[in-house]
């Protein structure tokens, strides 16, 4: 892909989403594993398919708010009832729960959309003039890399308060991609829906372009000779290698991720597919920008910090300060360090002939400074990774790969 390809907005990124990911996932061997149809996978040629929509009445749903765009809370929530919709894959799925109660409901008008990166999330082609541009997370429960992807009530829940707060947190070189909207059809425990996350990212700055971390420096599928995004970034501003890298990227990722974790107890999963790059007309980087926010939050963090829980669920889930310092390592260590950053280490050694301990010594200094007390809940001497196998759901035990951290 040419770079000044990223200026054609929409259409631009649907195209790195989709095809410009090549090589960017083999950090696991369950990373490129999924057991979604053909049809609906990314890398695919269909360029778009239809999501079924009914119109649910409003005693038989949950919705949640984030403060949505006026013109996209009225194309969803209507006076007559809500527009819900759902995966044709899991549509015709018979084992998914009160899917019998769904099917039953007056069908309206289909959606047109194209699967993203992550397959289950899926950007809308088509909306009225009065509504902003949407991507939609669907209950999708296939196994996509290691989790089979559901979106249960929790979830959606969840994701849209995460939404919620982030609002409040205020750093120049931080942005979200919210998830504003979340509707959960009531079945019983395991209620599932979807969610509505908003193209515009907020605080809203015009004259911006997204590119995803990944394709940064994955290859075109469609043109494989083509130089990584990252690489013409350098060359175009005949910057420094090491310095812009840093500076402008790695940097920014990890004063976003400290501020979230430390100031509001949230622990962002900023590895490449969760974090987009926000360039200007000029291709100078200007902010990270985050999405998903199905993750883990710190309750002993938020308590320090005087706020309060507005989540479903015990947080990480960790009775202990052991368990704590492993999710932190989990989502630094691996999910940052060892999912994106290790891939643009590489992409530096590869094109300009760099020592990655520089890179990996320049980026510690900085999560340093950015998170001074971090030896009080990250392991101090290793790092925590999720097992080998693939875990039967969520609740998954973690190892101790007895190898010093190489990002902080």
């Known amino acids: 892909m040419d770079l000044a390809a990223v200026f054609q907005g929409k259409q631009a990124l649907l195209y790195m989403e989709r095809y410009v990911d090549e090589g960017a996932r083999t950090y696991s061997s369950l990373a490129g594993q999924t057991e979604a149809a053909p049809r609906y996978r990314p ?17 038989r749903v949950s919705v949640f708010r984030a403060d949505p765009s006026p013109g996209l809370l009225q194309h969803f929530v209507r006076p007559q009832g809500v527009l819900f919709a759902v995966h044709p894959e899991t549509w015709a799925n018979d084992a998914v729960e009160g899917l019998g109660d769904i099917r039953a409901l007056p069908r309206t008008m289909p959606i047109r959309v194209a699967p993203t990166a992550s397959t289950r999330t899926v950007l809308a082609l088509e909306h009225p003039e009065n509504v902003p541009g949407y991507f939609l997370k669907l209950h999708y429960p296939v196994r996509i890399s290691r989790f089979n992807r559901e979106l249960r009530l929790k979830n959606i829940h969840n994701s849209v308060a995460v939404s919620r707060d982030l609002a409040n947190l205020q750093f120049e070189k931080f942005a979200y991609l919210p998830d504003t909207l979340g509707v959960a059809f009531r079945v019983n425990e395991k209620s599932w829906g979807f969610l509505v996350r908003e193209t515009r990212a907020r605080p809203f700055a015009a004259g911006r372009f997204l590119i995803p971390c990944f394709a940064l420096y994955a290859g075109d599928l469609n043109h494989p000779d083509a130089s990584p995004l990252l690489v013409q970034m350098i060359d ?30 949230i622990l962002l999963e900023s590895h490449a597919q969760n974090t987009l790059l926000e360039i200007d007309r000029d291709c100078v980087p200007r902010r990270v920008v985050h999405r998903d926010f199905d993750v883990w939050v710190d309750p002993g963090a938020r308590r320090r910090a005087g706020l309060g829980m507005p989540f479903l669920g015990r947080g990480m889930a960790a009775d202990t300060d052991e368990a704590v310092r492993q999710h932190y390592s989990l989502v630094y260590d691996q999910f940052i360090g060892h999912h994106f950053f290790d891939y643009v280490a590489g992409v530096l050694k590869s094109h300009y002939g760099v020592d990655e301990e520089i890179v990996r010594a320049r980026v510690r200094e900085v999560f340093h400074h950015a998170f001074p007390d971090a030896d009080r809940l990250f392991p101090v001497r290793t790092m925590f990774k999720f097992r080998t196998e693939s875990p039967p759901n969520r609740n998954v035990l973690l190892e101790d790969m007895r190898q010093p951290p190489v990002w902080r």
Do not use: Q, Y
């Open 43 to 59: 890398e695919r040629d269909t360029p778009a398919f239809e999501l079924v929509a009914v119109d649910a009445p409003r005693d």
């Open 236 to 265: 175009r501003m005949a910057a420094e290698p090491v310095s812009f890298v840093v500076d402008r990227i790695l940097a920014p990722v990890v004063e976003c991720w400290a501020r979230a974790a430390r100031e509001r107890g």
